[in-house]
């Protein structure tokens, strides 16, 4: 399989710009910044204070900017560099996905194009 093939996902994943991520809080102290999501899957900014491991389940609830909450429950299926990626069995619904991709795009339409672009060119 060539790299390009590799690299084509099933699910859109949005990236949010740092002004925009929002927070997914696992519990009263616990919060994680959602880097990227998708209708199955979720990049959150690691918290060197609580190290998560392969495999391990989490559960909690994403508030989006205009105060939607969806819950979501998932498992820590990669950890990179970049961050701690997740695979959910609960996820966003695709309405929503939808919604904040419009948001993100018209709130955003710099760092959208941006991103877009480096991942196309990422791509090829």
């Known amino acids: 399989m060539n790299d390009k093939m590799k690299n084509l996902r099933r699910f859109f ?13 696992v519990d009263k102290d616990t919060a994680y910044q959602v880097l990227e999501i998708s209708e199955q899957g979720l990049l959150i900014a690691p918290k ?3 190290p998560l491991e392969i495999g391990e389940t989490i ?6 900017h205009d105060h939607h ?3 979501i429950e998932g498992e820590v299926y990669r950890i990179e560099p970049r961050g701690v990626i997740l695979k959910l069995s609960r ?3 695709p309405k929503y996905m939808m ?3 419009i948001y ?3 709130t955003f339409p710099v ?8 991942n196309f060119k990422a791509t090829q």
């Open 13 to 25: 994943r949005l990236p949010y710009p740092r002004a925009a991520q929002p927070p997914l809080t």
């Open 48 to 50: 060197p204070s609580v």
């Open 59 to 64: 559960s909690g609830n994403i508030l989006f």
């Open 69 to 71: 909450s969806e819950e």
């Open 91 to 93: 996820g966003v619904s």
């Open 99 to 101: 919604q904040e991709q």
């Open 104 to 106: 993100v795009k018209n």
């Open 111 to 118: 760092f959208f194009r941006y991103t877009v672009r480096e």
